[in-house]
């Protein structure tokens, strides 16, 4: 389970080398085959392959007729690219995401529980004040871990 907060660099050719402790999980778990995308253009999400066939396993039983399976392809696939991770630990992010994502230098790399979250540093700091929890979020919070508020 990927959990935490890493900071990191993006290369010059566009090679994220994942942090100690997440290429310490990904060698116990055996994977160096990635798919790497998006849901928003703004930060990148690193799968291991094996979770992310998961999900495609979960997608495969709706139809592509619902509307918003086909935006999530969509957009999954316009943003995504199976990556290999080589030697150094480095992985490849697509071009159109790093541009879209501003994922050039400084990042922070988050463990979110079954895959990697990458943002752009300064962008994601800037942003942050902005995302505090309110009230009602902590209430929605409660109600899913069953406790009280």
């Not at 935490?4 to 050719?13: S, T």
């Not at 007729?65 to 690219?81: H, M, P, W």
């Not at 400084?106 to 979110?112: K, L, Q, Y």
């Amino acid at each position: 389970m990927f959990r935490g907060n890493h900071p990191a660099k993006v290369d010059e050719k566009g090679r994220l080398k994942l942090p100690s402790a997440f290429k310490q999980l990904m060698d116990a778990m055996n994977v160096t085959q990635f798919y790497v995308t998006s849901t928003d253009g703004k930060s990148a999400e690193i799968w291991p392959l094996p979770e992310w066939e998961k999900r495609e396993e979960l997608l495969a039983d709706s139809s592509t007729l619902d509307d918003a399976v086909r935006k999530y392809l969509n957009i999954t696939s316009y943003y995504g690219q199976q990556v290999e991770m080589d030697s150094q630990a480095r992985i490849l992010l697509p071009q159109i995401l790093r541009n879209s994502a501003k994922l050039d230098a400084e990042v922070t790399v988050f463990g979110m529980r079954t895959y990697l979250e990458v943002h752009n540093r300064e962008s994601f700091e800037r942003e942050l004040p902005s995302n505090e929890l309110t009230a009602e979020d902590r209430k929605a919070m409660a109600a899913l871990l069953g406790r009280r508020s």
